[in-house]
């Protein structure tokens, strides 16, 4: 007997949530916002349109298929089974924050405001989850990026890697890459996806007057960026940018610690001490999204 496909919904805190948490009381929160030259009007109406919009989806839901909810700030602890159906409620970031944890189920980006969101990966409104769930329909299957250390740990992103310090200061290690090696010292390296070459990639690729062609979401390739790097007698800064294809890059630490996040998600990562190796590649695994 086949389990009933489950839809799982994946939200986060709504602003006014967060601070109703921190303030305890309608009357604070409106004189807080207030004393900001902020309308509280403005805050309700997005929590609502929120709250509505997770009604939709749940009405929609066939009758014979199970469903669950989790916040953005709980993702780490959740588990998705590989019969789940994934409807992302929100902003184009929170698909990111979501794909880290996936093992290719379908993806659904839900915009709740259209008007603030670009709407690059929540491309439904909520009227249309009925029609998706039960024809899902054709998927793009977006290229995500892997980091794996010597002793085992391992962590996907949709968007970027970020490597280095976590003060954000510096970091020595040997950069490998394309049959180049070199000794660096920097704040740290951000190796992207094509879909990620949007954001903190493309500030990068601003910033080094680069030449490179930066991927598409769907293309292979994944770009990367050295930040920072500092020439000294014993480091240099001549290979600070490249695009890999089908080998990976490789990085061996020469600091105290390094660390390992994906999607600016700093809380969950890979800590690296002296001496170990770090490889980020391309990862088998795809962002299944839902066109």
């Known amino acids: 007997m086949s389990i009933a496909p489950r839809v799982v919904v994946v939200h986060r805190a709504t602003e006014l949530d967060e601070l109703l948490a921190r303030h305890g009381t309608r009357g604070q929160v409106e004189f807080f916002l207030r004393s900001r030259g902020r309308d509280l009007a403005e805050v309700e109406a997005r929590h609502s349109s929120l709250q509505q919009a997770l009604s939709t989806i749940t009405a929609a839901v066939p009758v014979d298929w199970r469903q669950g909810r989790v916040e953005r700030a709980d993702l780490d602890r959740f588990l998705f089974g590989p019969e789940d159906v994934v409807v992302v409620v929100g902003q184009d970031g929170l698909v990111a924050n979501v794909a880290k944890y996936l093992d290719d189920q379908p993806v659904i980006g839900i915009d709740t405001d259209p008007a603030r969101n670009p709407g690059v990966l ?4 909520p009227e249309a989850v009925g029609d998706l769930l ?3 329909g054709p998927q793009d299957l977006l290229t995500m990026v892997e980091a794996a250390s010597d002793d085992g740990q391992r962590l996907r992103a949709l968007n970027e890697v970020f490597v280095g ?3 954000h200061q510096t970091a020595r290690y040997t950069l490998e890459a394309e049959g180049r090696r070199e000794a660096q010292a920097s704040s740290g390296l951000v190796v992207a996806t094509g879909t990620g070459a949007t954001g903190w990639c493309r500030s ?3 910033e080094h ?3 490179l062609a930066l991927p598409g979401p769907t293309d292979p390739g994944l770009a990367w960026f050295v930040r920072e790097a500092w020439p000294s007698p014993a480091t240099g ?3 600070t940018e490249g695009l890999l294809e089908a080998a990976g890059l490789a990085l061996r ?3 105290e610690r390094m660390v390992v996040f994906g999607d600016g998600i700093e809380t ?7 001496g170990q190796s770090l490889t980020v590649t391309r990862s088998e695994h795809h962002l299944h999204l839902v066109a």
């Open 122 to 125: 929540v491309r439904h409104r």
């Open 268 to 274: 969950d990562r890979l800590e690296l001490t002296w």
């Open 204 to 206: 990068l690729w601003l």
């Open 253 to 255: 630490v020469e600091s």
């Open 165 to 167: 310090p976590a003060s």
């Open 237 to 239: 800064t001549t290979y």
């Open 209 to 211: 007057h680069s030449r």
């Open 134 to 136: 039960r024809s899902a």
